[in-house]
């Protein structure tokens, strides 16, 4: 059974930093491209930052350029959401997802998905 699990969301105060991991099983994703999406109450999935397979390829929204890095670690079948320089705004449910092909930025290349952790940014 594949399986994406996040951890690492969290109450923090604006300008802190968390990182968000996405831990996959069932089979290896060294192959796939990984995205984190988020949506807020309310609000449409948006789409945060994609990885390629091998780690070369790296795709931003906006609103993450410059604050936000992912990352992948094959060997451990994890991804990484590396957020600094938090903003209330940035509150929002935080889903991993693998879309078995190149990272794109269109959720619904995504074949699977995790259960989301919960981040919440006081100001």
């Known amino acids: 059974q594949v399986q994406l699990i996040e951890s690492g969301g969290g109450l923090v105060q604006a300008g802190a930093s968390l990182r968000l991991s996405c831990a996959a099983s069932?089979?290896?994703?060294?192959?796939?491209?990984m995205g984190w999406f988020r949506q807020a109450p309310g609000e449409e999935r948006e789409f945060i930052a994609a990885?390629?397979?091998?780690?070369?390829?790296?795709n931003y929204a906006d609103s993450a350029k410059g604050r936000f890095t992912i990352s992948r670690d094959n060997a451990k079948n994890t991804v990484y959401l590396q957020m600094n320089s938090l903003k209330p705004e940035d509150t929002a449910v935080y889903y991993c997802?693998?879309?078995?092909?190149?990272?794109?930025?269109?959720?619904?290349?995504?074949?699977?998905w995790g259960q989301g952790t919960q981040v919440i940014v006081s100001s």
């Open positions: 069932g089979r290896t994703f060294s192959r796939d491209g």
């Open positions: 990885i390629s397979g091998p780690g070369f390829i790296k």
């Open positions: 997802a693998a879309s078995g092909a190149e990272p794109s930025r269109d959720y619904n290349k995504y074949n699977y």
